[in-house]
């Protein structure tokens, strides 16, 4: 599990940045966790990422998963507008 509200992802440059945790979710049918975050410096770009037990990141592999993240994302934005 994730634990704090930040981690860290190398951009293909080699240069670590620190990201801000939106949330996290599980797809039982994917049998995936799945971690949304953005870069606090441009909040108006978001990523996603699955991730195992130990916090390891994990690219998200079918254009399924994909249009599934962004259903959630979608539903979490439109929860935060009402908000």
Known sequence: MLESNTLFVTDEDGNEMEMEILFT?????QKRKYVVF???QQEEEV???AYDDDG???PVETQEEWDMI???IGAFSE???EA
């Open 25 to 29: 979710f599980e797809d039982d049918e």
């Open 38 to 40: 953005c870069d606090p």
């Open 47 to 49: 990523f996603a990422s």
């Open 56 to 58: 390891h990141l994990m």
């Open 70 to 72: 962004e259903e959630v």
């Open 79 to 81: 929860e935060h507008e």
